[in-house]
């Protein structure tokens, strides 16, 4: 499953590494992301490997766009559900906040002229 979500980083934590069983070593970095909606979320997002450099761009306080990638996998019976982000970059457009955002083409402050009845019936 592939979306995008919108928000500020409001923390970065430390980065984090290992050697899988194969032998490879891996690192990884999350970081908290709080949506900006009337009931804000906080989403803890992890990065891996050369994704990192694309975090390391940011700081905390910056508004940004993540291309996440949601999987979850079971083990022992449990099930664990990992949010990663594929890419991230500058939110450069603000968050939907008024029918211009869904309607772009439309004149601003429009009102319907509802004196003529043109219905055809």
């Known amino acids: 499953m592939a979306l995008d979500l919108i928000g500020k980083i409001i923390q970065i934590l430390p980065e984090t590494g290992g050697q899988s069983k194969a032998g490879k070593t891996w690192v990884k970095q999350e970081f908290i992301l709080e949506t900006q909606e009337t009931y804000p ?10 994704k990192l450099q694309e975090l390391k761009k940011f700081k905390v306080g910056d508004e940004v766009k993540a291309h996440l990638n949601i999987e979850s996998r079971e083990y022992n019976g449990k099930w664990y559900t990992n ?5 991230l970059e500058a939110n450069t457009r603000g ?6 955002d869904f309607y772009p083409d439309a004149e601003p402050n429009f009102v319907p002229d509802n004196t003529s009845d043109d219905l055809p019936f």
């Open 41 to 50: 979320k906080k989403v803890c997002i992890s990065m891996m490997g050369d």
């Open 83 to 87: 949010v990663g982000a594929g890419r």
């Open 95 to 100: 968050a939907a906040t008024s029918g211009e």
